[in-house]
């Protein structure tokens, strides 16, 4: 399996909703008008990406058609990781969109949704 990390592909580590004193992030490419702001919650969480793809403890269609949401493991004091993965139009490659940690009430949620909606990763 191989996974991209696109430059263009900055909300793995900023957020949407304003945060007090955070750097501005212009996302670059052909969504240059997309500005977020620098999350050091999320931005610490990266180190997670990877074991989550690695180690999934559930798989569900992503919105993104063909996508998929790999969440990972509970954690011990820290949110769920949801990592959603899209693949690649040509050549056997992954690239990851986002990464985000949910809460056992949104993840509850996702199950509801999904129900009866498998999707297969790695693939």
């Avoid at 490419?29 to 180190?47: C, I, N, P, Q, S």
């Avoid at 990781?81 to 693949?87: A, F, L, Q, S």
């Avoid at 985000?100 to 129900?115: H, I, N, Q, T």
């Amino acid at each position: 399996m191989r996974v991209r990390f696109n430059p263009e592909e900055i909300h793995l580590f900023t957020d949407s909703n304003p945060i007090e004193g955070a750097e501005l992030v212009g996302r670059p490419g052909k969504h240059a008008r997309e500005v977020r702001y620098f999350d050091r919650t999320r931005a610490r969480a990266l180190d997670r990406v990877l074991d989550t793809l690695r180690n999934p403890a559930r798989v569900l269609p992503a919105k993104t058609p063909r996508a998929v949401c790999v969440y990972g493991p509970p954690q011990s004091g820290s949110p769920r990781m949801c990592v959603v993965v899209g693949p690649e139009s040509a050549g056997g490659c992954w690239y990851v969109r986002t990464a985000y940690g949910v809460s056992a009430e949104d993840f509850a949620k996702a199950l509801r949704v999904a129900a009866g909606k498998g999707a297969r990763w790695p693939p």
